[in-house]
């Protein structure tokens, strides 16, 4: 089930517009804020999401905090009438540079085709993970969105064993201008579930591998320096 352009284009002017988040932009020391101001414009975003088309959250299902939101989850929410796209919000003041975290590609795999977690939603599917990129262009006092569908994009992505973290590769998704990458409208098939899984299996695989090279490579040179000293 694909998010329809207009709600996504509804929700990026909202964000754009939205008084408090050009408030913060404006703020001289927004840089400086660093996690506390993402938290923030996360949260905000949330709400301007709402406001668009309602907002749900994963849930514990038992114990004592049964019907409570989840403290960590795999994404910041859903809306109620795409309950199979989840939404994960990322904020950042530099356009050209670094790879923030996304998500653990381990439990995204996991949840991606695990039925049990599934049972939770009506749908009983998972057929996409939105990005939203909200992008604070300090220099020109705009806010810019990026909608990213990640399972048609894996390439804007990369995974980092150490941390066992999915990236954004920032660098790769500017142009220069404001891009927007609309939400999957492609059917997700059986085969296709088999062949997304198939490729985030094979990034967690190559990165595992990258990282034991690495790994190895610095072993050896240590035990060179120790061999020095014998």
Known sequence: M???P?????WDRAICEDPQLLKLLSSSKIKERGQAAASFVEHRALELANIVSPIRFERYETGKNKGKKKARSLSD?????YSRVFINIKTSYEERSGQPNICSLPKL???FVETEFLKQFVTGQFDDYLLVHIYFDVKNQKIKVCFISLFDNLEYVTYNDGPGQMMLKKSKLFNGSKQ???ASSKKMTNN???????QLLN??????ERLIRARRRRNLKLKRAVDNIR
């Not at 207009?6 to 509804?10: D, H, P, Q, V, Y």
């Not at 296709?192 to 198939?198: G, K, L, M, S």
Request: charged share 30%; glycine share 6%; no cysteine.
């Open 2 to 4: 694909n998010i329809k």
């Open 6 to 10: 207009a709600l996504l284009r509804r």
């Open 77 to 81: 929410g859903f809306f109620a009438i």
């Open 109 to 111: 795999i996991k949840q």
């Open 180 to 182: 927007t990458i609309r």
């Open 192 to 198: 296709r579930r088999v062949q997304i899984a198939d």
């Open 203 to 208: 990034m967690l695989t190559d990165g595992t």
